[in-house]
């Protein structure tokens, strides 16, 4: 817990030194669910991040874990970045599949949720999250392969795809 405490810190002082121009997300590691929420009351509630990004402790299906902190979210109005793929070496016991993240959608409707790693994710992933509005996808973190973003704004729609890096 007192990683991502430390971490969400550096990432408050960058957006004092420059604000309207850093927009920070607040980091936390769902198996500290106390320190979580602490941490989302501390950076969001009372302070000015736009957003929470999970630490891969958890699947995103662990919805005995990951309940409280959607309904925060909820409760705040910002999304969850949630790293999601299918690895062709395999996920590692808590990484999410981009269906673990369609169990999360599906279970909090009203949950904004965006599942990084587009290209991570392939075709496989873009059908198992497509029928799930509250979702979207990010172009960050892997090579991209032909064909996959086009796929994605064809299933998605563009409003559903967030350009980023990694």
């Given at each position: ?27 936390i ?21 736009v ?19 959607a ?12 790293h ?62 032909a064909?996959?973003?086009?796929y ?15």
């Amino acid at each position: 817990a007192e990683e991502f405490k430390s971490a969400n810190t550096l990432v408050l002082k960058a957006i004092e030194r420059f604000p309207n121009k850093i927009f920070g997300v607040c980091y936390i590691n769902p198996r500290y669910p106390k320190e979580s929420i602490y941490e989302l009351d501390r950076c969001i509630a009372q302070g000015p991040m736009v957003g929470i990004k999970l630490w891969v402790a958890v699947k995103a299906s662990n919805l005995s874990i990951i309940a409280p902190i959607a309904r925060k979210a909820i409760e705040l109005d910002v999304p969850i970045l949630q790293h999601a793929w299918y690895k062709t070496t395999g996920n590692m016991n808590d990484e999410s599949t981009p269906s673990d993240v369609a169990i999360l959608a599906h279970e909090f409707p009203d949950l904004r949720i965006q599942m990084a790693h587009l290209y991570g994710a392939g075709f496989r992933g873009i059908a198992d999250i497509s029928q799930y509005p509250n979702i979207y996808v990010d172009t960050g973190g892997g090579e991209p392969e032909a064909g996959i973003l086009e796929y994605a704004v064809k299933e998605l729609g563009p409003d559903r795809i967030v350009f980023g890096s990694d």
